[in-house]
């Protein structure tokens, strides 16, 4: 974590490009593909929610900067509790009724009370924090597959999407992923960033925080459609991520040998 603090331009950058690039990406490729403005939505809110649960792991597989990996993810939390609801607003303003006030309130329920009670956790009970905290990565993908599945369960009803729209959603989601990661380590090469940043970079841009984007969606005229952009993100940019992180740890191994 020192050498993370000694180089925190690479923090920067992974922060600029997490809320630059995915939520410009979500909102040309709903335009591309020309989703309905539920679908559209649902999109947008995946686009502008950083910090996937799985992200750590994957760079831990990539045999990439975990420690970097962990600190962008604790700044994209915390900052999204005021980049998230303010950029959804200014894309989606234009298209549908924003509630400000709502996705600021779920925002904060979503993540800073989760982090408030971690630090006391850590704080007060200290081995407790530390014998639970081995088990918190599965646990948290497990919880984001949990909260995806019942959002878009509860709201299954009613559903009803053509072939089309299906396909055009699809390729729209995976598009916003495969290009968040492409666009990710681009960025960091830009500044010149070494090998195993980019590839962090890479990887906390390209995964979203998916159950955020489909708690959201809750607070929008027609929630059964706005949270299936979340709900498929989380398997897409899993099976991305998890793919790409084979690849480069596979590098890896063959340049040490």
């Known amino acids: 974590f020192k050498s993370v603090f000694k180089n925190f331009n690479y923090v920067i950058i992974g922060f600029l490009a997490q809320y630059t690039i995915?939520?410009?990406?979500?909102?040309?490729?709903?335009?591309?593909?020309?989703?309905?403005?539920?679908?559209?939505?649902?999109?947008v809110l995946v686009g502008c929610s950083p910090g996937g649960t799985a992200s750590n792991i994957v760079t831990l597989i990539a045999q990439a900067d975990v420690a970097l990996s962990i600190i962008m993810t604790t700044f994209s939390t915390i900052g999204a509790i005021v980049m998230t609801p303010f950029l959804t607003a200014s894309l989606l303003n234009n298209i549908v009724p924003i509630k400000l006030n709502d996705l600021i309130l779920s925002v904060l329920n979503v993540v800073l009370i989760?982090?408030?009670l971690g630090l006391f956790i850590n704080t007060k009970f200290p081995k407790i924090s530390m014998n639970i905290g081995r088990y918190m990565p599965v646990l948290s993908v497990?919880?984001?597959?949990?909260?995806?599945?019942?959002?878009?369960?509860?709201?299954?009803?009613?559903?009803?999407?053509?072939?089309?729209?299906i396909i055009s959603l699809l390729g729209a989601?995976?598009?916003?992923?495969?290009?968040?990661?492409?666009?990710?380590?681009?960025?960091?090469?830009?500044?010149?960033?070494?090998?195993?940043?980019?590839?962090?970079?890479?990887?906390?841009t390209g995964m979203q925080n998916s159950a955020l984007a489909s708690v959201l969606a809750q607070h929008f005229p027609n929630p059964q459609l706005s949270s299936l952009?979340?709900?498929?993100?989380a398997t897409c940019h899993s099976i991305i991520g998890s793919m790409l992180a084979t690849y480069w740890r596979h590098q890896s191994n063959k340049s040490k040998n």
């Open 22 to 43: 995915m939520p410009l990406l979500s909102i040309y490729l709903s335009k591309l593909f020309k989703l309905s403005n539920e679908l559209t939505v649902g999109l």
């Open 114 to 116: 989760p982090v408030i």
């Open 142 to 165: 497990l919880l984001v597959s949990l909260i995806c599945g019942s959002v878009s369960a509860s709201n299954s009803i009613g559903i009803t999407l053509s072939l089309g729209s």
């Open 173 to 204: 989601i995976i598009s916003l992923h495969l290009f968040g990661f492409l666009f990710g380590y681009l960025f960091a090469k830009l500044f010149q960033a070494n090998e195993s940043s980019c590839r962090t970079i890479s990887i906390e």
């Open 229 to 233: 952009p979340g709900a498929l993100s």
